[in-house]
Every structure is written in C-alpha cells, then in structure tokens.
C-alpha cells in the first residue's frame, strides 16, 4: 500500500493523531481532514494545525457549521453541560449525523484529491453508545460511498477493537507515545496533553494511560 495516498479525518486528539501515525507507516502520502463545527474550544482547530505543519502533512480545513446549526450539543454550546448517558441515554457530547457527515466530506476529498483510502479513529469498543462508531455503520457507509462515486475507496479503522490502553499501547509501538500524549488534545474543556482530568474524556483517556503504563516495559 506504500504508493498510495490516504485522507485522515483529524481532530488533534489522541485518537486520531494515533491514526495519523498509524497512516504515515502505511501510505505514501497522508492528508489531515479537520472539521469546523464551530466546537466550543478553538483550540481544538488550533491544535490540529500545529500538529499537521509539525508533522509537515497537507492539512485541509472545512466549514461544517451547518452542522452546530442543526445540533446544538454540549460540544458546541457553551450553555449545555458535558454528561454521560443515563438509562441507554445517548451522552450530550453526541451530535446526530457527525461520522455520517464528516466521512462522506473526507470521501467528496478522497476522490478530489485522488486517495484511495480514508482513515478514521472511531472505535466501537469505548464508544458511549454512538451509533455512528459501530463498525456495521462504517461498513455500511464504505458501500454507500462507493457506489455514490463509483470509487473503491477503503476506510480504515485501525482503533475500532481497541481499548484506551491498547490506543496508547499502538502510539507506543509506532514510536509516537510522547508526542501523543504532550501534543495532542482530549479534553472537553479544551486544555491540551493531560488535560482538566475531571471531564468523561479525560477521565477515559486517563484510565487508558494509567492502565498502559502499568503494563509497559
Ligand atoms: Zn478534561
């Protein structure tokens, strides 16, 4: 796959920072995607530049307002507060229609720019009961973009079975573990690296870490 070219949905996190790692070892040329939904902390867009013009990666920035228009959440508005789910809940980070929008975008620029493959960091294993990060609705999404463009595009999830430990455990074994974990950005209240360590992101993010480093040699 050396040859060929990859398009990144990348917000900064840890997540997808990991999978723009994992993309630079595979792919010949790597293209970060970022979405801005007007997400309550800018410095989530700021901080997925610094990372793209570090690594020296292509960097496309994309308006989806439309997309805080329609779904005001607790990730846009500053008046809702971050809560998990209770009750089968869907948590009040959830914004309807975000992986569904963001990857048909990415795919709209995989075709542009002649990419074969898109790569995303969504994982069914942590997933707070998103129903667009189960991996049937990636699968279902890959067919749909490929017969809406007749392009044989292939994403590729390479955290959809892992746990937060595992995630740090592959940053770790592409050599990216510190880069990650100072560089990259997590937290709901938008402080980078380790972040507020009260929000539900930071508390996974945390356990994950703690639960690697114990096991790390
Ligand atoms: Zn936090």
Redesign the pocket.
């Known amino acids: 796959m050396k040859k060929e070219k990859a398009v990144v949905v990348f917000s900064g996190g840890q997540d997808s920072s990991t999978c723009l790692f994992w993309s630079l070892r595979r792919f010949q040329e790597v293209i970060a995607v970022t979405f801005d939904y007007n997400q309550r902390h800018k410095t989530e867009i700021e901080c997925a530049k610094k990372i793209t013009s570090e690594l020296g990666i292509k960097h496309h920035i994309l308006d989806m307002d439309l997309l805080n228009q329609l779904a005001p959440n607790a990730l846009t508005r500053n008046d809702i507060d971050v809560k998990d789910g209770v009750d089968g809940e869907l948590p009040s980070t959830f914004v309807p229609g975000r992986n569904l929008l963001f990857l048909s975008f990415a795919g709209i620029l995989a075709s542009q720019v002649g990419a074969k493959h898109i790569v995303t960091g969504v994982c069914e294993t942590d997933f707070s009961g998103y129903p667009d990060c189960r991996d049937i609705f990636i699968k279902s999404l890959n067919v749909t973009l490929n017969l809406s463009m007749d392009e044989g595009f292939v994403i590729h999830t390479p955290l959809m079975w892992l746990n937060k430990a595992e995630t740090w455990k592959l940053a770790d074994d592409l050599g990216s573990f510190d880069f990650v974990r100072e560089k990259t950005l997590?937290?709901?209240?938008g402080?980078i690296a380790d972040?507020?360590?009260?929000?539900p992101?930071?508390k996974l993010r945390k356990r994950g870490l703690e639960d690697y480093l114990s096991t790390r040699k």
């Open positions: 997590t937290c709901y209240n402080i972040g507020c360590g009260e929000c992101a930071c």
